[in-house]
């Protein structure tokens, strides 16, 4: 991602954090995306709504190594 992605993942982030009642707030959200930030936008954006649909984790709020084993198989 680049810096310019920030407010989009952030959208997304939250977005996805909330359908499981949690909130993020901004210290966290920034050092999400410094984690992420090798892997492209839609990439992360899919994994997200992969985890979604995952029924062994799914059913928990996504954290960012669940995003990189979504992204790495």
Do not use: C
Request: no cysteine; proline share 3%; charged share 25%.
């Amino acid at each position: 991602m680049k810096n310019e992605d920030y407010k989009r993942f952030g959208a997304s982030w939250i977005a996805t954090q909330r359908i499981y009642e949690k909130e993020t707030d901004q210290q966290s959200l920034t050092m999400i995306f410094k984690t992420l930030q090798n892997y492209d936008l839609e990439t992360i954006e899919t994994a997200l709504s992969v985890q979604l649909r995952n029924h062994e984790g799914g059913q928990f709020a996504q954290k960012p190594p669940d995003i990189v084993r979504v992204i790495s198989g």
